[in-house]
T-cell receptor
Framework: GENVEQHPSTLSVQEGDSAVIKCTYSDSASNYFPWYKQELGKGPQLIIDIRSNVGEKKDQRIAVTLNKTAKHFSLHITETQPEDSAVYFC????????????????FGRGTQLTVWP | ETGVTQTPRHLVMGMTNKKSLKCEQH?????MYWYKQSAKKPLELMFV???????ENNSVPSRFSPECPNSSHLFLHLHTLQPEDSALYLC??????????FGPGTRLTVT
């Protein structure tokens, strides 16, 4: 099955700086890569995702890049704010086949991001 | 109410107890999932239901028993659990197999 590695496990930045979290995956057939943010006491929340037919996607201060050749993808947060502090998870999946395990999400171990004011 | 809700939010149970976790999704999705989240580990997929039919049981011990009476509700029945089963249990739903939306979780402590 798919293996997703995520680094770093912890990341501390000053408010206003940028933060980058990187993930690698093993299954070259994976084609969908979501990122989740989990705040204390809450479930993971989908914040951005990217499909394998694009190399980059942006949504305000967050962006995700994908390098299919190298099988890695990254989350970029610019102008960080204290409310960005949370655990971030990357995930990968092959796709959308109903009734099969091909659509199963494989998660990284998470990155604890702390933004200091 | 919108999104994915879970009850109870916190549960403490003894190893001989029987309890159930409940999940409800208000998003019109047709797939629902149970995950286990333990410290320092990736999210562990436990069960998947698609159109009320269980399509995956990820080698979960029989002391965990899922039930999906309809596409909006999902239960996890618990009995004779072990202390190592203490974790955050998350429910999620999706319309297809990728964009999963999570509930807030049930923090389970087995004493």
């Amino acid at each position: 099955g798919e293996n997703v590695e995520q680094h770093p496990s912890t990341l501390s930045v000053q408010e206003g700086d940028s933060a980058v979290i990187k993930c690698t995956y093993s299954d070259s057939a994976s084609n969908y890569f979501p990122w989740y943010k989990q705040e204390l006491g809450k479930g993971p929340q989908l914040i951005i995702d990217i499909r394998s037919n694009v190399g980059e996607k942006k949504d305000q201060r967050i962006a995700v890049t994908l390098n299919k050749t190298a099988k890695h993808f990254s989350l970029h947060i610019t102008e960080t704010q204290p409310e960005d502090s949370a655990v971030y998870f990357c995930a990968a999946t092959r796709g959308f086949d109903r009734g099969s395990t091909l659509g199963r999400l494989y998660f990284g171990r998470g990155t604890q991001l702390t933004v200091w004011p | 109410e919108t999104g994915v809700t879970q009850t109870p939010r916190h549960l403490v149970m003894g190893m001989t107890n029987k309890k159930s976790l409940k999940c409800e999704q208000h998003l019109g999705h047709n797939a629902m999932y149970w995950y286990k989240q333990s410290a320092k580990k990736p999210l562990e997929l436990m069960f998947v239901y698609n159109f009320k039919e269980q399509t995956e049981n990820n080698s979960v011990p029989s002391r965990f028993s899922p039930e999906c009476p309809n596409s909006s509700h999902l239960f996890l029945h618990l009995h004779t659990l072990q202390p190592e089963d203490s974790a955050l249990y998350l429910c999620a739903s999706s319309q297809d197999w990728s964009e999963q939306y999570f509930g807030p979780g049930t923090r389970l402590t087995v004493t």
